[in-house]
Nanobody, 117 residues
Framework: VQVAESGGGLVPPGGSLKLSCAAP????????MAWYRQAPGQERNLVAR???????TYADSVKGRFTLSRDDAKRIVYLQMNNLRIEDTAVYYC????????????WGPGTQVTVSS
C-alpha cells in the first residue's frame, strides 16, 4: 500500500492547515490510521489515531485543536489542525496498520508543517 500525505506548508502561529493521507487499498476500511510527527532531533510521536471502529485518540498536546476523520469511500484520512503553535512544527507522517493482517503496516514519506511568524 502506497501511503501518501499532502497539505503541509508554512503558516503563522494561530493558523490552520488540513493534512490528507491517501491509502488506495481496497481494504482501506480494515486499516487503523494514524498521524505521527517528528521534530528535528526528537522521536516520532503519535498525534492522533482513528481505528476501524472510528474510535479516535489524540495526543494531549493537540486535544481541542486537531480533528482527525476518515472517509472510507475515498480511502483518505484528514487531520484538521487549528490554532497551530510553533511547537507543532515537524514532519507529519501517516501510518496505515491493518487490523486483521499482521505485518501490514505502512508509512508515508511525510509532509513538512512549519509554524512560524
Amino acid at each position: 500500500v502506497q501511503v501518501a500525505e499532502s497539505g503541509g506548508g508554512l503558516v503563522p502561529p494561530g493558523g490552520s492547515l488540513k493534512l490528507s493521507c491517501a491509502a488506495p487499498d481496497a481494504n482501506f476500511r480494515y486499516y487503523n490510521m494514524a498521524w505521527y510527527r517528528q521534530a528535528p532531533g526528537q522521536e516520532r510521536n503519535l498525534v492522533a489515531r482513528i481505528d476501524v471502529e472510528r474510535t479516535i485518540t489524540y495526543a494531549d498536546s493537540v486535544k481541542g485543536r486537531f480533528t482527525l476523520s476518515r472517509d472510507d469511500a475515498k480511502r483518505i484520512v484528514y487531520l484538521q489542525m487549528n490554532n497551530l503553535r510553533i511547537e507543532d512544527t515537524a514532519v507529519y507522517y501517516c501510518n496505515a496498520d491493518n487490523e486483521y493482517l499482521q505485518g501490514a503496516n505502512y508509512w508515508g514519506p511525510g509532509t513538512q508543517v512549519t509554524v512560524s511568524s
